[in-house]
């Protein structure tokens, strides 16, 4: 786990949903983290952490190119990731989740990117 993009508590939170997430194929859960490059447009909304490996995430992933997508991520990937200006990815320390991640993705869908 990288400290610097995911706090104790929302790894935590992340691999309870991971699990929830196995034994309900509709779980729907509000994203817990907002990842996102200072310099270049590639955003982050994660939902959960895979059980059984933790370096894979699961949230809605905008690379900015406009198709925002609901895939699995690699954290050492996006920890590695720099930007144009060799910015390193942040969280967003101020992220308040208001919907669940479907909601999110339907909004990113219709934007081109996602909206939060």
Known sequence: MNNALITAEQHIVLLANGRASLENPDFDPAPVVKLFTPDAGATWLLTEIDPDDHDHAFGLC???????????????????????????????????????LSGYARDARLAGRIVA
């Open 62 to 100: 905008d690379l900015g190119l406009g198709m925002p997508e609901i895939c699995w991520v690699s954290l050492q990937e996006i920890a590695a990731l720099r930007g144009r200006l060799g910015l390193p990815v942040e969280r967003d320390l101020h992220f308040q989740t208001e919907k669940r």
